[in-house]
């Protein structure tokens, strides 16, 4: 346990699944190694972060719907509301599948009673995003005063 404790605080980064702890800079794509620890596809890191599950997605990774629901069941295993907050700020593109993706953990995170968050798109991701009329299904957080 004291192994694993040590490992997860090695950095601010974690695995979104185990809680591995994960390097700053991660190897640019095509990357897809994965979780040391649980063997996870990481398309996301998730941040430290008290009060809220603070997942950065990854670029150049599109998940497939399991590694969504592998997430999507961590978040949710302590049975009560949460926050998460998805951060797409290292994203300059974003394709249909990975769109469908997100109306899938947002769709999921509610029916738990949780919140669910974008922020950080860049603007080619919000012109994306304003011409498949995404903002009527996903809440986007302009700056962190809207948080």
């Not at 997605?57 to 926050?83: C, D, F, N, Q, W």
Request: charged share 25%; net charge negative.
């Amino acid at each position: 346990m004291l192994a694993a404790i040590s490992k997860k605080d090695r950095s601010s980064f974690q695995c979104p699944v185990c809680g591995n702890g994960l390097p700053q800079l991660l190897a640019p794509p095509p990357f897809d190694a994965p979780c040391s620890e649980c063997g996870s596809y990481l398309w996301c890191r998730r941040r430290e972060d008290t009060d809220s599950f603070l997942l950065e997605a990854l670029p150049g990774r599109s998940p497939e719907p399991i590694e969504v629901e592998r997430v999507i069941r961590t978040i949710v295993r302590e049975g009560k509301p949460v926050t998460v907050v998805l951060d797409l700020s290292r994203l300059e593109m974003i394709n249909s599948s990975f769109m469908a993706r997100l109306i899938m953990l947002n769709r999921r995170i509610r029916d738990e009673g949780g919140t669910f968050f974008l922020k950080g798109l860049q603007p080619v991701v919000q012109e994306i995003f304003d011409r498949a009329r995404l903002h009527m299904a996903l809440d986007v957080i302009h700056d962190e005063a809207d948080a």
